[in-house]
């Protein structure tokens, strides 16, 4: 062979060779950024458990406001029961009061056919001067009616009361309940190992971090697995040519100066 296709067939194999490296670099460089990006994202139990923590405290969060209205519903209709009952047990009271003078006014009724004047009254044993005018005997039943109603209507307001707390203590209860847990898991997400490193609670994405922890992990696996038969042997069968094609140019390189010589 001549020196000029000597010279070309150097050229090929050198830039065969410098392929091969180049491509045998960027595996290694592609390798490496797989297992650094995979070294510093956060651990992926933390990372996951993070992200439960913060599913549920966003959950949480609108739950507590619906339940701070609950129980300020829950006070309103309390107090309303409780204006209700006290209208309602003066009602009663006033009731009773009636029937009690019915009552009197009923006996003074009884008792006045047999009055007469100018003998002792027999309630006060008095003389008396003239008889009391008459009125009409009161309606005792009617005013009996009047307080059961009324003590009844009393009865179911103070039931409708026993009622409105015990909703008012439960909704109040819930409200806590929900407050301690959001304290709860505002101070684990404080501390979560997997919240360190996206800022903290008041703002990370954790759900893109799962998502890059994810496309990371297939990288790094596949490089710190058993290379790829076919791969490794497709570059060292690259290098191996173009390594064999420098020595054979070089041998032939020989030949022809000693030829020459």
Known sequence: AGLDELAERGRTAAATLALAEDALAAAEKADTAAREALAAAPAR?????????????????????????????????????????????????????????????????????????????????????????????????????????????????????????????????????????????RAALDGSAGLAALGGPDGPDVPAALAALTAAEPDAAAGAAEPDPAAGAAVTAALGTALAELSGIERAARDADTALG
Not at 120 to 136: I, N
Not at 148 to 153: N, R, T
């Open 45 to 185: 139990a933390a990372l996951e458990r993070a992200a439960e923590q913060w599913a549920e405290l966003t959950g949480l969060v609108a739950a507590l406001a619906a339940a701070a209205t609950a129980r300020a519903d829950r006070e309103a209709a309390l107090r309303e029961v409780e204006v209700a009952g006290l209208v309602a047990r003066e009602a009663a009271a006033a009731a009773r009061a009636a029937r009690d003078q019915a009552q009197r006014a009923d006996l003074a009724a009884a008792l006045r056919p047999h009055l007469v004047a100018g003998e002792p009254c027999p309630v006060c044993d008095q003389p008396l001067a003239m008889l009391p005018v008459g009125y009409p005997a009161p309606d005792l039943a009617a005013a009996d009616r009047l307080v059961a109603e009324a003590d009844a209507a009393a009865e179911r307001l103070r039931e409708s009361w026993q009622a409105a707390s015990r909703e008012a203590r439960d909704a109040a209860a819930r409200l806590e309940a929900r407050a301690d847990r959001v304290a709860v898991l």
